[in-house]
């Protein structure tokens, strides 16, 4: 994670415009966005503007001499950073530089970078991924209602806003999506559950650890692996044990399949998880679950799986989850 690329100008470099946002979370509040953050945030397309008037501005007196931009880690309260013990490739040297490599996803909610953050003039770097939600005007909402069942906001206006998708509505969605998902990766993480290391949150902007190989190379989808390149039973025990740990804490993906699962040298790491559902707190809680296991369930069984084993999988995870 620590080399450089090989060549990095195989890569298309854009100027990063995102993810800059001064807003802050609350920090005693889970899976919620904020009204504080919501002001800052309306503030952003005046800010936009402003860089696009200037487009030499990374000549500027405090911007870096090289890069993009200064690492943006100290701008990240230590609740917006991600759990201890962070791994020794983490780069929080405030005399780094953020440099972007091009777009690695586009999606509907959000866009995924390839980012590098580096110490000029050291051996000290590291690729991220950094994810950039879309703002209440461009994302789309269509599978939100289910998913914020059991996630009322504490201010009763900003659940009216949310319920009508009016435009402070969106934002405040945005900001919640966006939130939900750093809070809930530096949850797993944590628990051991295989999803990519959560290095901070700004604005929303979330990065976090790099799946793929030092040149740059992301790693494939499940959906994108050949029958000879993957060992089923092996990817499907590491899979099932992850689930269980997620289970056990009383979630579910909410959103699995073969599409947002990565497998990197034989690992599989689970991504996309702004969506994750108390099984407990949601009224569909137990169908978010049993759904998951039948989505990617389907691609092992396609590729040999027998097919009780998925059953076995469901029923195993509602008794983790104490549904059963």
């Known amino acids: 994670m620590r080399d450089s690329f090989a060549d990095q100008e195989s890569f298309t470099r854009i100027r990063s415009k995102g993810g800059k946002g001064a807003g802050r979370r609350n920090p005693d509040h889970d899976f919620e966005a904020y ?48 759990p201890e013990p962070r791994p020794d490739w983490v780069v929080t040297e405030l005399a780094a530089v953020d440099t972007e490599f091009g777009i690695v996803k586009t999606g509907k909610e959000a866009d995924v970078f390839l980012l590098e953050r580096a110490v000029p003039e050291t051996g000290r770097r590291t690729l ?20 914020l ?20 509505g969106k934002q405040a969605i945005a900001g919640q999506w966006a939130a939900a998902e750093f809070t809930a990766l530096s949850r797993l993480w944590s628990a051991g559950v295989a999803v990519p290391y959560p290095v901070q949150i700004l604005g929303t902007e979330i990065l976090m650890e790099f799946i793929g190989d030092p040149t740059g190379a992301a790693a494939p989808r499940l959906a994108q692996l050949r029958a000879e390149e993957s060992d ?74 027998a097919e009780h084993r998925v059953d076995e999988l469901a029923r195993e995870l509602a008794f983790e989850a104490r549904l059963d």
């Open 149 to 168: 069942e059991g996630r009322a906001h504490k201010e009763s206006r900003v659940s009216r806003a949310m319920a009508k998708r009016s435009d402070f």
């Open 128 to 147: 991220m991924a950094a994810k950039r939600y879309r703002d209440g005007q461009h994302r789309m909402f269509h599978r939100d209602s289910g998913y």
């Open 35 to 82: 009204e504080p953050y919501f002001e800052a945030y309306q503030g952003a397309p005046d800010d936009q503007d402003d860089q696009q008037d200037h487009p030499t501005d990374s000549h500027a007196p405090d911007g870096p001499p090289t890069g993009d931009r200064w690492s943006t880690w100290d701008q990240s309260t230590p609740t917006e950073k991600g």
């Open 232 to 305: 089923v039973d092996d990817l499907w025990d590491q899979l099932g044990a992850s689930l269980a740990v997620l289970a056990r804490d009383g979630y579910a993906h909410g959103d699995l399949s073969a599409y947002n699962i990565l497998v990197h040298q034989g690992r599989l790491v689970i991504i996309d998880v702004p969506q994750i559902v108390d099984v407990i707190a949601n009224p569909r809680g137990r169908s978010f679950l049993e759904r998951d296991v039948r989505n990617v369930g389907a691609w092992f069984v396609s590729r040999g799986l």
